[in-house]
């Protein structure tokens, strides 16, 4: 097991990445409670709508809360984007248990698209993370941790080249899922040319 990571088993859905110990506590009362889950809903929207700075003032109106509370929350904006960050990666590397659902390749190369959905869509959030803190760092192992099993099993089936790492494999992707491309479909395209690439056979 990586360091610094906890690992819950589900069942048989396989292993997913627990990255709670990274957020900020929620709290036990409900009305609180819910008040936190509001700010972190609102502050997803809006930094995907507006990137990183998104004014903190508008995020609590959307919440439905004020400024005060959001603060009692999340002290720092730095901390209010980690924690929508954090959650979004552990919704990503959950999706890894329903991937073993599928074929070994199947499998894998379904998770990759999700991975490459989700950094496309969270451009604006990055560029308001620290990439040297802690959450940045851990999240990035949990990815791997995530996808890493896929891959050897898609290996092990030699549905995949032996010859690739999951740091091969996840560098190429988040460098398609980072790259700017005039339509949609564009990107899809480049991605399939990718994982075509990793095939030991076609699909």
């Not at 004020?66 to 984007?81: D, K, M, S």
């Not at 999951?166 to 949609?184: E, K, N, Q, W, Y």
Request: glycine share 6%; proline share 4%.
């Amino acid at each position: 097991m990586i360091a610094g990571l906890r690992l819950l088993a589900l069942g048989d859905i396989g292993i997913v990445t627990a990255l709670t110990h990274l957020r900020v506590a929620r709290p036990h009362r409900a009305d609180a409670a819910r008040n936190y889950d509001a700010i972190l809903a609102a502050a997803r929207v809006a930094f995907a709508e507006q990137g990183a700075e998104a004014p903190l003032e508008e995020i609590a109106r959307r919440a439905g809360v004020g400024i005060a509370t959001l603060y009692r929350n999340f002290p720092t904006r730095e901390v209010l984007i980690e924690n929508v960050y954090v959650t979004e990666v552990e919704a990503v590397c959950a999706t890894a248990g329903e991937a073993e659902r599928l074929a070994p390749r199947d499998g894998l190369y379904a998770w990759l698209r999700r991975f490459v959905e989700y950094i496309g869509a969270k451009q604006p959030l990055a560029a308001g993370l620290n990439r040297e803190s802690t959450a940045y760092l851990e999240c990035r192992r949990a990815l791997y941790a995530a996808g890493g099993p896929l891959l050897e099993r898609a290996q092990r089936a030699r549905e995949v080249r032996a010859d690739v790492t999951i740091d091969d494999v996840m560098r190429l992707t988040s460098a398609i899922a980072s790259g700017h491309f005039p339509r949609a479909d564009q990107r899809d395209h480049v991605l399939a040319v990718a994982l075509d690439g990793l095939s030991t056979q076609p699909e």
